[in-house]
């Protein structure tokens, strides 16, 4: 299997700090903004767009988790215990700007699975999306406001977003068969 490493760690910073001001200008400021990270690697990436504002409107914008375990639609294919995380929105949803955060776009049923919790949690005066890698392949008509990279790929390949929170390192990767 061949392995190409196609952002390495100050690239995913350029990113993400670009991504971090793209969201600011998008809401026009910080004000009623809520960043939700999808569990796993969409949380730590959504606390370093939160950081990134931070550092240049001195502003802490809100940081919380989305579960979708059990909203997701192919749930009796992966598994028959799903573990289920905890869901965790510090502030209400009600009429804020939510960004919802996630490593990779490719199909889009995670990001549909994500809509239907936050629908759950309330209503947002929007939601956008904001992802590291944009890999195409959308079986659902969804896409992502901010992007990282756009990574043309084939059905065969893999992109793994590796974070150091989790995987002791900061890079995104190219797997193909």
Same mark, same amino acid.
């Given at each position: 299997?061949?392995?190409?490493? =196609? %952002?390495?760690?100050?690239? %995913?910073?350029?990113?993400?700090? *670009?991504?971090?001001?793209? =969201?600011?200008? *998008?809401?026009?400021? &910080?004000?009623? +903004?809520?960043? /939700?990270?999808?569990?796993? *690697?969409?949380?730590? +990436?959504? @606390?370093?767009? !939160?950081?990134?504002? !931070?550092?240049?409107?001195?502003?802490?914008?809100?940081?919380?988790?989305?579960?979708?375990?059990?909203?997701?639609?192919? /749930?009796?294919?992966? &598994?028959?215990?799903?573990?289920? !995380?905890?869901?965790?929105?510090?502030?209400?949803?009600?009429?804020?700007?939510?960004?919802?955060?996630?490593?990779? /776009?490719? &199909?889009?049923? &995670?990001?549909?699975?994500? +809509?239907?919790?936050?629908?759950?949690?309330?209503?947002?005066?929007?939601?956008? /999306?904001?992802? %590291?890698?944009?890999?195409?392949?959308?079986? +659902?008509?969804?896409?992502?406001?901010?992007?990282?990279?756009?990574?043309?790929?084939?059905?065969?390949?893999?992109? @793994?977003?590796?974070?150091?929170?989790?995987?002791?390192?900061?890079?995104?990767?190219?797997?193909?068969?």
């Amino acid at each position: 299997m061949k392995r190409t490493v =196609i %952002m390495d760690e100050m690239a %995913m910073d350029r990113a993400l700090m *670009r991504i971090a001001h793209e =969201i600011v200008e *998008r809401n026009k400021g &910080t004000e009623d +903004l809520i960043l /939700l990270g999808i569990k796993r *690697r969409g949380v730590p +990436l959504a @606390q370093r767009i !939160s950081d990134n504002i !931070s550092a240049f409107e001195d502003v802490k914008i809100p940081v919380g988790t989305l579960d979708i375990t059990l909203y997701r639609d192919d /749930l009796s294919e992966k &598994t028959i215990d799903p573990v289920v !995380s905890e869901t965790s929105v510090l502030d209400d949803i009600n009429n804020k700007a939510v960004v919802i955060v996630d490593d990779v /776009l490719y &199909t889009g049923r &995670t990001v549909r699975a994500a +809509l239907d919790a936050l629908v759950d949690l309330g209503r947002p005066k929007y939601i956008c /999306l904001a992802v %590291m890698i944009d890999r195409g392949h959308r079986e +659902l008509p969804i896409r992502a406001d901010f992007i990282g990279k756009n990574v043309p790929t084939a059905r065969s390949e893999h992109v @793994q977003v590796n974070l150091k929170e989790i995987d002791k390192v900061n890079e995104v990767v190219l797997y193909e068969d």
